[in-house]
């Protein structure tokens, strides 16, 4: 079994920074992408930001230049620095990996439970 748990979510005034982690833990192998994802009220879940085991990197168009995704391979760890916050990046943030069990097995997708991001004009 694989958990995701997130952190660093909270209420912030618009232009201000928040830092998101996601440490995944349990039967582990290997981890591909990692991902952040987020979903305000009434609306689809929609991708943020990408990385993989490499650190190759994939950002939503709204969030270039503002948001930096990173990960610790090692900790099986990744990260969302999010500046110059806006008040429309209210949401609810996940996390997502694609995990990996045994050599043999295929990358499954697994999700965190989710943290609240709430950013006040």
């Known amino acids: 079994q694989v958990q995701l748990a997130e952190s660093g979510g909270g209420l912030m005034q618009a232009g201000g920074s928040l830092r998101l982690s996601c440490a995944a833990s349990?039967?582990?192998?290997?981890?591909?992408?990692m991902g952040w994802y987020r979903q305000a009220p009434g609306k689809q879940r929609e991708l943020v930001a990408l990385?993989?085991?490499?650190?190759?990197?994939n950002y939503a168009d709204y969030v270039k230049g503002r948001f930096t995704i990173s990960r610790d391979n090692a900790k099986n760890t990744v990260y969302l620095q999010m500046n110059s916050l806006k008040p429309e990046d209210t949401s609810v943030y996940y996390c997502?990996?694609?995990?990996?069990?045994?050599?043999?097995?295929?990358?499954?997708?697994?999700w965190g439970q989710g943290t609240q991001v709430t950013v006040s004009s």
């Open positions: 349990g039967s582990i192998f290997s981890i591909n992408v």
């Open positions: 990385i993989t085991s490499g650190g190759t990197t």
């Open positions: 997502n990996a694609a995990v990996t069990i045994s050599m043999n097995d295929r990358p499954r997708d697994y």
